[in-house]
């Protein structure tokens, strides 16, 4: 299976702060990753897909890259909706697998 | 819109059903996973179901208990879970899947299944 390594998995950010999550992935998976954020009793939301492609409806401030094994997750100028867990998935290959999350807390 | 039920307390050993009622969207052109959560961890992708019904696919901790189906013209996708043990404890979720090396989204709120004595 591929493994998907998230840093951090927590932090501690402030309002207007910008936020990057790294994603490393056991072996190279392309650009087959995609980034959810899930809030608690929420369904997870959809943000980018393939890497880099931002979801239909996401707010500009957010924005993925990265290829092979090494991928990240930026947040511009956070916003207190933006306060919540990040998971990443990969599509590459089966089993399908996330990271193990990261939580973004206020600080 | 994606909605999931059938979720409850069993026993170990017993089943469950969960269901997955889609709309705005048309279910035969699209896949459909099932991801679940257990209490305080993460995302776990179990199975999912291609348009036709022709192809599915489980993780390997669910394989051989859990069967996933469709019913296109219902709007509705089943889980069908047998053989429960307490770690099957956890939200499930559905998703719609894009495919092939794809994403999910977008996904229902999740039902509650715990498996406990």
């Known amino acids: 299976d591929i493994q998907l390594t998230q840093s951090p998995s927590s932090l501690s950010a402030s309002v207007g702060d910008r936020v990057t999550i790294t994603c490393r992935a056991s072996q190279n998976i392309r650009t087959f990753l995609n980034w959810y954020q899930h809030k608690p009793g929420k369904a997870p939301n959809l943000l980018i897909y393939?890497?880099?492609n931002v979801q239909s409806g996401v707010p500009s401030r957010f924005s993925g890259g990265g290829s092979g094994t090494d991928f990240t997750l930026t947040i511009n100028s956070l916003r207190p909706e933006d306060f919540a867990t990040y998971y990443c998935q990969q599509s590459y290959g089966a089993p399908l697998t996330f990271g193990g999350g990261t939580k973004i807390e206020i600080k | 819109q994606l909605v999931e039920s059938g979720g409850g307390l069993v026993k170990p050993g017993q089943s469950l059903r969960l269901s997955c009622v889609v709309s705005g969207f048309n279910l035969s052109d699209f896949f459909i996973s099932w991801i679940r959560q257990a209490p305080g961890g993460g995302l776990e992708w179990i199975s999912y179901i291609s348009s036709t019904t022709a192809y599915t696919n489980y993780a390997a901790s669910v394989k051989g208990r859990f069967i996933v189906t469709r019913d296109n013209a219902k709007n509705s996708v089943y889980l069908q879970m047998d053989n429960l043990r307490v770690d099957d404890t956890a939200r499930y979720f559905c998703?719609?899947?894009?495919?092939?090396?794809?994403?999910?989204?977008?996904w229902g709120q999740g039902t509650l299944v715990t498996v406990s004595s």
């Open positions: 998703a719609r899947d894009s495919g092939f090396r794809g994403w999910f989204g977008p």
């Open positions: 393939t890497s880099s």
